[in-house]
């Protein structure tokens, strides 16, 4: 009994947090709106069930919206594919949820941003912090290294 209150004041508390996200992204602060939903997201795990999965699904999907938004394409594409998924998972357990319109249109908007993404060429990024000790011209020869043998392909 006390676990099953546990997991419900958790879903409670991620379904505030998802209210608190959707009113900052309308008024644009979709930095503040992300650590909304990341804080929900977190608050949600190990809970389980068909109310745990009716929240868990707006945050990903609102992760993943907020993510291409500001132009994060592998964050978004992360949050697509697992909303993708959560949205599959949902409508096999509660076939007759309410917001069908909303998440169809999601699922029409990520299946084309995947599309779209799949034909954008990835973008070379070399962390050189990871060159321990080596001075900036090793830096800068090990740099320019990738950076050709990403254009020979």
């Given at each position: 009994?006390?676990?099953?209150?546990?997991?419900?004041?958790?879903?409670?508390?991620?379904?505030?947090?998802?209210?608190k996200a959707?009113?900052?992204?309308?008024?644009?602060?979709l930095p503040?709106?992300?650590?909304?939903?990341?804080?929900?997201?977190?608050?949600?795990?190990?809970?389980?069930?068909?109310?745990?999965?009716?929240?868990?699904?707006?945050?990903?999907?609102?992760?993943?919206?907020?993510?291409?938004?500001?132009?994060?394409?592998?964050?978004?594409?992360?949050?697509?594919?697992?909303?993708?998924?959560?949205?599959?998972?949902?409508?096999?357990?509660?076939?007759?949820?309410?917001?069908?319109?909303?998440?169809?249109?999601?699922?029409?908007?990520?299946?084309?941003?995947?599309?779209?993404?799949?034909?954008?060429?990835?973008?070379?990024?070399?962390?050189?912090?990871?060159?321990?000790?080596?001075?900036?011209?090793?830096?800068?020869?090990?740099?320019?290294?990738?950076?050709?043998?990403?254009?020979e392909r």
């Open positions: 009994m006390l676990r099953a209150l546990g997991q419900f004041r958790r879903v409670m508390k991620g379904s505030g947090l998802l209210g959707g009113k900052l992204e309308r008024r644009g602060r503040e709106a992300r650590v909304a939903l990341l804080e929900a997201l977190e608050t949600l795990e190990g809970t389980q069930g068909e109310v745990a999965s009716s929240v868990r699904l707006p945050v990903v999907t609102g992760l993943a919206r907020i993510a291409a938004t500001m132009k994060d394409r592998v964050e978004a594409i992360g949050y697509i594919r697992q909303g993708l998924a959560l949205w599959s998972e949902f409508r096999l357990k509660v076939p007759t949820t309410r917001k069908v319109e909303t998440f169809t249109q999601w699922e029409s908007w990520a299946r084309a941003y995947l599309e779209a993404a799949s034909n954008v060429p990835a973008e070379p990024t070399m962390k050189l912090d990871f060159i321990p000790d080596a001075d900036p011209l090793a830096r800068w020869s090990a740099y320019t290294a990738v950076m050709a043998r990403l254009g």
